[in-house]
């Protein structure tokens, strides 16, 4: 059994910051990329940031230069700093690990509960 704990999300007004924390726990062998994900009413789910293991990152046009995803190793979590939030980044957002739970079988797709933002004054 392998847990994604997100938390961190809430109301923020335009401009502001937030942070979001996973926390991957369970029978986790080898944890490769954590990434976060996010689906506003009415649109598909995408990528806004992920990390590789060995600290590779890789983000959406649109959150460039604002949000920043790092992880400890050592704990299996990842974060999401986001700066100068906009009322377009409003989302539930998700956080991704792909992850082997033991070395004889491939690597997989795991998924948190999700964590609502909303960025409104």
């Known amino acids: 059994q392998v847990q994604l704990v997100e938390t961190g999300g809430g109301l923020v007004q335009p401009g502001g910051s937030l942070r979001l924390s996973c926390a991957a726990s369970g029978s986790i062998f080898r944890l490769n990329t954590m990434g976060w994900y996010r689906q506003a009413p009415g649109k598909q789910r995408e990528l806004v940031a992920a990390i590789t293991s060995g600290g590779t990152t890789n983000y959406a046009d649109s959150v460039k230069g604002r949000f920043t995803i790092s992880r400890d190793n050592a704990k299996n979590t990842a974060y999401l700093q986001m700066n100068s939030l906009k009322p377009e980044d409003t989302a539930v957002y998700y956080c991704?690990?792909?992850?082997?739970?033991?070395?004889?079988?491939?690597?997989?797709?795991?998924w948190g509960q999700g964590t609502q933002v909303t960025v409104s004054s």
């Open positions: 991704n690990a792909v992850l082997q739970t033991t070395p004889f079988r491939p690597s997989t797709d795991y």
